[in-house]
């Protein structure tokens, strides 16, 4: 491997290459890529109507809510444009005026301060690249936190809330806001240093040792998040005693599913939307969390239904799986990113790594990481597409074990209903589908729910 690396450290080490074009050419490349394909999207809905798709005649959808599903879907996806446009332009002006230098000068001088203003703070840091690295994202969280805010603002408070599914206030989203960016100080903080100083210590080889590290980090926060985190942005309470807790438990029972406890968390105090979801390591005791909204909105069958379809998931070891799919894929890019770390071509189209009063002289592995990233996007293009094909070919099999367990009608109805109180799009553009859906389309698992039960009652 280390070979490889060297071999491609050479290669990709041009003098003189401009890294700084390329990237922004794979930026706007992907921009456009995007574009296209959500106006495909907006081609099928708006030629939609308020048709019906025949899959799905049997069941109680009125045309209103197909028309109120069609706006939705456009006006998401219109907007979506637009925050794409925005995002475009902020990405290329922080390449363009070389913002990441800039930013990287001001954080070695605020930690220049820092030390000398504050001598306590001598004690736990230092004038090294890990802390001015630090410093440095911290600035840089600040400020994307700030650029995001106009995106966020019209997300939640115009386009959410013209169709009924915000339930945010501003004194909300606000204090949401303040712990989110305290809670990347906190942990992110730590986080990043280990993560810097690993590749310190390990040099090129230090693909491995990360790898191992962000496992154990996820870990951490399997463990850590339900107890901690969660509880600071939202309320978890148990289920009460009644038929939806006894069936949920009987289901449970009946799969030898590992239920911990069972809660409802108020999800509607921030949205319409609907969802449940498992807590827990792959491995271990789980805890069932039902939004207030999903129990609000649907039969108790279709919670357990739904639920079925959630415990096919951990009967078929897919998060597991999933987990693998990802630590390999982390792999992967570190192993890339050591082509990249020392590349001095690299650096320099970006104002690093260059003689002192030309630019800034270091070579940050953290800013190396950060345009790695960029460099990726065709890469990552294509590992979305292959992604969200195993993720549908997981619920399929997720579908097929709920109908197994003689849930396949209260799940179709679930599935139709959760569409129906979401808004989601009756109608999606192949190509839509395959880029930006990690979950098969209401009538693809309609047809395969129905197509296994069909199978199956032939076989008998």
Same mark, same amino acid.
């Given at each position: +491997?280390?070979?490889?690396?060297?071999?491609?450290? &050479?290669? +990709?080490?041009?003098?003189?290459?401009?890294?700084? $074009?390329?990237?922004?050419?794979?930026?706007?490349?992907?921009?456009?890529? !995007? #574009?296209?394909?959500?106006?495909?999207?907006?081609?099928? %809905?708006?030629?939609?109507?308020?048709?019906?798709?025949?899959?799905? /005649?049997?069941?109680?959808?009125?045309?209103?809510?197909?028309?109120?599903?069609?706006?939705? /879907?456009?006006?998401?996806?219109?907007?979506?444009?637009? =925050?794409?446009?925005?995002?475009?332009?902020?990405?290329?002006?922080?390449?363009?005026?070389?913002?990441?230098?800039?930013?990287?000068?001001?954080?070695?001088?605020?930690?220049?301060?820092?030390?000398?203003?504050?001598?306590?703070?001598?004690?736990?840091?230092?004038?090294? %690249?890990?802390?001015?690295?630090? %410093?440095?994202?911290?600035?840089?969280?600040?400020?994307?936190?700030?650029? /995001?805010?106009?995106?966020?603002?019209?997300?939640?408070?115009?386009?959410?809330?013209?169709?009924?599914?915000? *339930?945010?206030?501003?004194?909300?989203?606000?204090? !949401?806001?303040?712990?989110?960016?305290?809670? #990347?100080?906190?942990?992110?903080?730590?986080?990043?240093?280990?993560?810097?100083?690993?590749? &310190?210590?390990?040099? &090129?080889?230090?693909?491995?040792?990360? $790898?191992?590290?962000?496992?154990?980090?996820?870990?951490?926060?399997?463990?850590?998040?339900?107890?901690?985190?969660?509880?600071?942005?939202?309320?978890?309470?148990?289920?009460?005693?009644?038929?939806?807790?006894?069936?949920?438990? *009987?289901? =449970?029972?009946?799969?030898?599913?590992?239920?911990?406890?069972?809660?409802?968390?108020?999800?509607?105090?921030?949205?319409?939307?609907?969802?449940?979801?498992? +807590?827990?390591?792959?491995?271990?005791?789980?805890?069932?969390?039902?939004?207030?909204?999903?129990?609000?909105?649907? #039969?108790?069958?279709? %919670?357990?239904?739904?639920?079925?379809?959630?415990?096919?998931?951990?009967?078929?070891?897919?998060?597991?799986?999933?987990?693998?799919?990802?630590?390999?894929?982390?792999?992967?890019?570190?192993?890339?990113?050591?082509?990249?770390?020392?590349?001095? /071509?690299?650096?320099? $189209?970006?104002?690093?790594?260059?003689?002192?009063?030309?630019?800034?002289?270091?070579?940050?592995?953290?800013?190396?990481?950060?345009?790695?990233?960029?460099?990726?996007?065709?890469?990552?293009?294509?590992?979305?597409?292959? +992604?969200?094909?195993?993720?549908?070919?997981?619920?399929?099999?997720?579908?097929?074990?709920?109908?197994?367990?003689?849930?396949?009608?209260?799940?179709?109805?679930?599935?139709?209903?959760?569409?129906?109180?979401?808004?989601?799009?009756?109608?999606?553009?192949?190509?839509?589908?395959?880029?930006?859906?990690?979950?098969?389309?209401?009538?693809?698992?309609?047809?395969?729910? !129905?197509?296994?039960?069909?199978?199956?009652?032939?076989?008998?």
């Amino acid at each position: +491997m280390i070979g490889i690396i060297e071999t491609a450290k &050479d290669f +990709m080490d041009i003098p003189g290459f401009n890294w700084k $074009s390329l990237i922004i050419g794979f930026t706007v490349s992907n921009f456009l890529f !995007d #574009t296209y394909v959500k106006f495909r999207q907006i081609r099928v %809905v708006e030629s939609n109507g308020d048709n019906i798709p025949t899959e799905l /005649s049997n069941y109680k959808i009125d045309s209103e809510t197909v028309i109120k599903s069609n706006k939705y /879907s456009l006006s998401k996806l219109k907007f979506s444009i637009f =925050a794409d446009v925005y995002d475009l332009i902020e990405n290329i002006s922080i390449l363009h005026f070389d913002i990441l230098p800039k930013v990287w000068i001001k954080s070695g001088s605020i930690l220049s301060n820092l030390i000398t203003n504050v001598p306590i703070l001598s004690k736990w840091i230092s004038n090294s %690249v890990i802390s001015q690295s630090l %410093v440095f994202m911290g600035l840089f969280s600040i400020i994307s936190i700030v650029l /995001s805010i106009p995106i966020k603002y019209y997300h939640n408070f115009v386009l959410e809330e013209s169709y009924g599914f915000n *339930k945010l206030t501003i004194k909300l989203w606000f204090s !949401d806001t303040i712990k989110q960016l305290s809670l #990347t100080f906190a942990l992110g903080g730590p986080l990043l240093a280990a993560f810097l100083k690993i590749m &310190d210590i390990f040099g &090129d080889s230090f693909m491995y040792y990360l $790898s191992v590290f962000l496992f154990i980090v996820q870990i951490f926060f399997i463990i850590v998040y339900p107890k901690f985190i969660q509880p600071l942005f939202n309320t978890l309470t148990p289920l009460e005693d009644g038929e939806l807790k006894n069936e949920i438990e *009987k289901l =449970a029972e009946a799969n030898k599913f590992p239920l911990d406890k069972l809660y409802v968390i108020d999800g509607s105090k921030r949205s319409g939307h609907s969802n449940a979801y498992f +807590m827990g390591l792959p491995w271990g005791s789980k805890q069932i969390v039902l939004y207030d909204t999903l129990i609000h909105h649907s #039969t108790v069958n279709e %919670v357990v239904a739904v639920l079925g379809h959630e415990i096919g998931h951990w009967k078929l070891n897919h998060t597991t799986k999933l987990m693998t799919i990802g630590e390999i894929h982390m792999f992967a890019i570190f192993s890339l990113f050591a082509a990249f770390i020392k590349n001095k /071509s690299f650096y320099n $189209s970006f104002g690093f790594g260059l003689p002192l009063g030309t630019g800034v002289s270091e070579m940050p592995p953290l800013i190396g990481f950060l345009l790695f990233g960029d460099v990726l996007k065709p890469l990552d293009a294509a590992m979305q597409f292959f +992604m969200n094909l195993i993720t549908c070919t997981y619920e399929y099999q997720a579908d097929k074990y709920a109908a197994e367990q003689n849930l396949s009608t209260d799940l179709k109805t679930a599935l139709v209903n959760l569409h129906k109180e979401n808004l989601s799009s009756l109608v999606v553009d192949g190509l839509y589908s395959a880029k930006e859906y990690n979950h098969p389309t209401l009538v693809e698992r309609i047809s395969a729910i !129905d197509a296994y039960v069909s199978e199956s009652k032939k076989e008998k």
